[in-house]
Nanobody
């Protein structure tokens, strides 16, 4: 069974930074492109960034130049460095493989709150 454990969220003022971590167990990490997703209240979950096994990255337009995704394959961990945070970045952040299917399980996520 795949387990995903996100951490590193918190409360930060606009312009601040946070670094999220996600530890993944099972085969998911070693065989998958990994992604960071977020879900704000009243909105659908959206992909924020993804990274392939070889380290190629892609970002949502709203976070380009501010967020950086990385992975440590030896530790089965994926990171999201978030700089220049904005109030609109407030959401629960999740990691998972990319793409996902409706049957995929998710972790608890980590709350990021950015105040103006």
């Amino acid at each position: 069974q795949v387990q995903l454990m996100e951490s590193g969220g918190g409360l930060v003022q606009a312009g601040g930074s946070l670094r999220l971590s996600c530890a993944a167990s099972g085969n998911i990490f070693s065989t998958s492109t990994m992604g960071w997703y977020r879900q704000a209240p009243g909105r659908q979950r959206e992909l924020v960034a993804r990274i392939t096994l070889r380290g190629y990255t892609a970002y949502h337009d709203s976070v380009k130049g501010r967020f950086t995704i990385s992975r440590d394959n030896a530790k089965n961990t994926v990171y999201l460095q978030m700089n220049s945070l904005k109030p609109e970045d407030t959401a629960v952040y999740y990691c998972n493989k990319w793409p996902t299917t409706p049957n995929d399980s998710w972790g608890q996520g980590t709350q990021v709150t950015v105040t103006s």
